[in-house]
Structure formats: structure tokens, C-alpha cells
Nanobody, 130 residues
Framework: QVYLMEFGGDSVQSGGSLRLSCAAS???????????WGWFRQSPGKKREGVAT???????MYREPVKGRFTISQDDAKNTLYLQMNSLKPEDTASYYC?????????????????????WGQGTQVTVSS
């Protein structure tokens, strides 16, 4: 069993930066078997949407609205996933969730759907004011 917990959400002004962290804990064998990690976000009244994914080879994918501004990374030694967010915009305001799954990320976009992932954190709030 893998457990995820996000940190780093805050209120910032437009153009600012934040780094979100997601700490994985639980069975070390299950953590090692994780092949796809992701960040999702959800705004009030909207469906949860994928933001970025990274697979066990280090390959990264980003949704168009965040390309060039967000960077996903991981520190295997610390079992931690990160999301560096730069040039933040008011439309980035949302609850951000990290996710993990033992199946590889889908290079054809299947990983952008929250049904792809088995494990989720509780979320952290990011608010960007104009």
C-alpha cells in the first residue's frame, strides 16, 4: 500500500512561483513498483484534470496550459514527487493532488484521466490572485 501526502500549497500573486511536494510512504516494495506518478488539479465546479506525469524512466508529460511554466520531478531517495510552478496565473487556482499507479504512464494520453491512477493524496490548495 502506498500513501501520498502533498505539501506546499499557498496563496500567491499572479506571476509568482510555488513548489509543491508529495511524500510517498507505506510499503517500500509497493513504492518501488510505482511506474507512473502524476499531478492533477481541480477547481470548484470543474472536473479533476491532469497537469503533469513522470514515469519510472523519468519521461515527463505536461498538459498544454502548463507547458513551459510547470516542471515535474522526483527524488527517489526521498520518495518525494515535486511540482515546480512558475509564472502562475489566476486560472491555476485549484486544489492540487498527486497520484501514483503501478502501471506505466500512457504516452497516448490515458494518464490524463484520474481513473488511470490507483492512489491519491488529500490535496493542497493553490490560490493565485491577480
Amino acid at each position: 500500500q502506498v500513501y501520498l501526502m502533498e505539501f506546499g500549497g499557498d496563496s500567491v500573486q499572479s506571476g509568482g512561483s510555488l513548489r509543491l511536494s508529495c511524500a510517498a510512504s507505506g510499503d517500500t516494495g509497493d513504492i518501488a513498483k510505482t511506474k507512473c506518478w502524476g499531478w492533477f488539479r481541480q477547481s470548484p465546479g470543474k472536473k479533476r484534470e491532469g497537469v503533469a506525469t513522470i514515469d519510472h524512466y523519468g519521461s515527463k508529460m505536461y498538459r498544454e496550459p502548463v507547458k513551459g511554466r510547470f516542471t515535474i520531478s522526483q527524488d527517489d531517495a526521498k520518495n518525494t514527487l515535486y511540482l515546480q510552478m512558475n509564472s502562475l496565473k489566476p486560472e491555476d487556482t485549484a486544489s492540487y493532488y498527486c497520484s501514483a499507479d503501478p502501471h506505466p504512464c500512457d504516452p497516448y494520453g490515458g494518464s490524463w484521466y484520474d481513473t488511470w491512477f490507483a492512489t491519491w493524496g488529500q490535496g493542497t490548495q493553490v490560490t493565485v490572485s491577480s
